[in-house]
């Protein structure tokens, strides 16, 4: 498996040689450098909520690669209905793509999806949880700190993602308590620094995280499990 941070919460997997891409928020990211037009190829796009800083390019990805995108139930719909190949999981729920377990994670978040400057309804708000041979990922992606987070001490999580930068999610405090809940072996930080409303210094998560190790990526770095 390899992960690479895109920032945000745009990460780029490359599992069982799968290409995966999480809530491409890339053309109005202002600190994403990602190229979109040089994506040549992609098999999933997984779509966590509705905001705009997670579908975000979402629809012109997926109609230019023809990637199916996994999200909740009413995201997949709405999708679906702009010509897009979709599968629809909900919360709690998961399914086997090309040997790759995903499943839909509880999120205490939002996920209005906004169209012609109207919100709509874009279902529950999710996180992810990937298994792939021995190897399991976790995705907070945008949620509050849960007592359900508890339940994936179980799991061996090989690598969380939480995201620090508070405000909209959790913040650094917040997240150390959540590495405390599910004990992971090593810990990846985003959602932060992004815009001046999440502006936090990660290297204080470093340092308050004392439950696991912590990896701090920049725009384009990867790390392999
Ligand atoms: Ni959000
Ligand atoms: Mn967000």
Redesign the pocket.
């Known amino acids: 498996m390899k992960i690479t941070y895109h920032t945000?919460?745009v990460f780029h997997l490359e599992i069982n040689g799968k290409k995966l891409l999480m809530d491409p928020f890339i053309r109005d990211n202002p600190t994403a450098t990602m190229d979109i037009d040089a994506i040549d190829h992609l098999d999933y796009i997984l779509l966590s909520h509705g905001?705009g800083?997670?579908l975000g390019d979402t629809v012109e990805i997926a109609q230019k690669t023809g990637a199916m995108v996994i999200t909740n139930f009413e995201l997949a719909d709405y999708l679906a209905d702009q010509g897009i190949t979709t599968h629809p999981l909900h919360i709690g729920g998961g399914n086997i793509f090309d040997d790759i377990y995903i499943k839909l994670t509880p999120a205490l978040h939002g996920s209005s999806v906004k169209i012609d400057g109207k919100l709509y309804d874009g279902g529950n708000p999710a996180g992810f949880y990937i298994h792939h041979g021995n190897k399991s990922l976790y995705f907070a992606c945008?949620t509050a700190l849960t007592m359900d987070m508890m339940l994936l001490k179980d799991k061996n999580i090989d690598i969380a993602v939480l995201p620090i930068g508070g405000n909209?999610?959790m913040d650094i405090d917040d997240a150390v308590k959540a590495v405390e809940f599910i004990k992971p072996k090593t810990t990846i930080p985003c959602?932060y620094n992004t815009f001046d409303l999440i502006a936090v210094n990660p290297e204080e998560f470093r340092k308050k995280n004392i439950h696991s190790k912590t990896v701090i990526l920049e725009d384009g770095q990867s790390v392999e499990i």
């Open positions: 945000h919460n905001h800083d997670h945008d909209f999610t959602h």
